[in-house]
């Protein structure tokens, strides 16, 4: 049975930091490109960062990019999003997501998801 679980959310101030985390089990970690997702309330959920399998590639949305960053530990079978300077508009449910890949981009993610974890809540309040 494969499990995503994210910890790692919270209620913070404006321009504080945040880690997520997402653990996960029962699926080969290291051949599935990875995503996190953000979905503010009454919003659709968006791509806020993705990574390849290896982490060697990586993307990361516009309104994030030098406050965001994606990593993973294949050992450790988790991947990571180190959130800084956060603001009010990040704030919103993230969800991590795997795509199974055959090469070390991070697009698959970009294009579907194979499985998906229950989310945690980021706040961010002004």
């Known amino acids: 049975q494969v499990q995503l679980v994210e910890t790692g959310g919270g209620l913070v101030q404006a321009g504080g930091s945040l880690r997520l985390s997402c653990a996960t089990s029962?699926?080969?970690?290291?051949?599935?490109?990875m995503g996190w997702f953000r979905q503010a309330p009454g919003k659709e959920r968006v791509l806020v960062a993705a990574?390849?399998?290896?982490?060697?590639?990586?993307y990361v949305q516009d309104s994030v990019k030098g406050r965001f960053t994606i990593a993973r530990d294949n050992a450790k079978n988790t991947v990571y999003l180190q959130m800084n300077n956060l603001k009010p508009e990040d704030t919103g449910v993230h969800y991590c997501?795997?795509?199974?890949?055959?090469?070390?981009?991070?697009?698959?993610?970009?294009?579907?998801?194979?499985?998906w974890g229950q989310g945690t809540q980021v706040t961010v309040s002004s």
């Open positions: 997501a795997a795509k199974l890949s055959r090469d070390d981009t991070y697009w698959p993610i970009l294009r579907s998801s194979d499985y």
């Open positions: 029962g699926l080969t970690f290291s051949s599935y490109a």
């Open positions: 990574i390849g399998r290896s982490g060697e590639n990586t």
